[in-house]
């Protein structure tokens, strides 16, 4: 029910400014800083914020940030390092081999001494308004780096190029079962809203997109297919999916939550998105109601497009700039459990999981050649699948 609040009134809002599309609402998390690597990661995350929001397209180029003044004043070097830290809540146990991803050892930086190089102090005539660190956020800064390198001096390269650095998941039948609640409220939708309700069964949901299936039922029924009437079949599309869902009898597939903490567990975890034909708000709904939303940073939706594969292009895109880095197909992996799922993920060369627990056979899901399948996630060792 919050999420279809925040909808609403974020439409209101852009309405009045005349800013369609524009993100109101943000999630927020309130973090207590318990280790060194946390205070780092919180600094790549307040330097990046105005890029994620696409304020402006580098993070330097925001005016009220202390990133264009950190990338003046740090080594190139320092500059780079962190900019790789993530800031996911696996952090504080991963980061330091993240670290590690490109670079040469930890042991060789160290002796170049070029992540203690930081912090140098501005010339007030070379960029005038300029505020000056104080000498206590300094020491405090150079403390952190001292420590994170004097910890990672033994540390050994570790090679990203053939590691899984983004994993896309499908939701329907691969993440959760949620007793039909999403086929349910588009029945419901089509009844009340436009009086349709002959040649329902036709419709077949496994592996397709929301929007695709709202025009095969609107041509059937011969209703425009304008935006007008999409807008109104999924205005009242995630009320009716927020109720049912609540009714339903509903389940995680099995080893989900399993397979999650694996991959968190890894050296170098990769990032988590969603990769599904789900419009965006219904996908938050249905994960909402599994604690399952949080889990992921990025994704792609039906909102980007009714082919898949172009859905996949998006996430695909938005992976690579949360990460700072273009991804080729090889460091992808999307998880499906349908053949629709796998012909997607084709379309961007991506390595495919394909798991037995919604829309098919294992047999029939092997006969579409996926990199790995499975009956479901717990079957899987994680190390294996992402490098």
Known sequence: MLSVLHVKTAEWVNKLDNAPGRQVWHNFWDTRLTHQTSYLARLNYVHQNAVKHDLVPVAS????????????????????????????????????????????????????????????????RQHPGVRRPSAAFERTLRTLIDSFIDSQSNATHLSSAAMIRLILFDIDGTLVHTGGAGVKAFAKVFATEFGATDG???????????????????????????????????????????????????????????????????????????????????????????????????????????????????????????????????????????????????????????VATGGATLEELVGTRPDWAAEDLRRINVAEVCG
């Open 200 to 354: 329902f069964e036709r419709l077949k949901f496994a592996g397709r997109t929301d929007v695709s299936l709202v025009r095969e039922f609107f041509e059937f029924h011969k209703i425009p297919a304008t935006p007008a009437n999409f807008e109104r079949f999924f205005d009242q599309y995630v009320f009716w999916l927020d109720h049912i869902l609540a009714m339903s009898k509903t389940e995680t597939c099995p080893g989900v939550w399993e397979f999650i903490y694996d991959v968190r567990a890894l050296p170098n975890p990769p990032l988590l998105g969603l990769l599904t034909g789900n419009i965006r708000l219904g996908a938050e709904i249905k994960l909402r109601h599994f604690d399952l939303w949080n889990v992921f940073e990025t994704g792609g939706f039906a909102d980007d497009s009714e082919d898949r594969g172009a859905i996949a292009a998006a996430a695909c895109e938005r992976g690579s700039r949360v990460l700072g880095e273009t991804l080729s197909g090889d460091q992808v992996l999307v998880i499906g459990d349908t053949p629709l799922d796998i012909k997607c993920a084709r379309a961007v060369n991506a390595k495919v999981l394909a």
């Open 61 to 124: 180029q925001y005016p009220w940030c202390s990133a264009g003044w950190f990338e003046r004043t740090a080594s190139p070097a320092m500059v780079k390092a962190i900019s790789r830290f993530k800031f996911d809540s696996s952090l504080c146990q991963t980061i330091s081999s993240r670290m590690q991803t490109g670079y040469k050892s930890a042991r060789g930086l160290a002796h170049s001494k070029t992540l203690r190089e930081i912090v140098a102090r501005p010339d007030p």
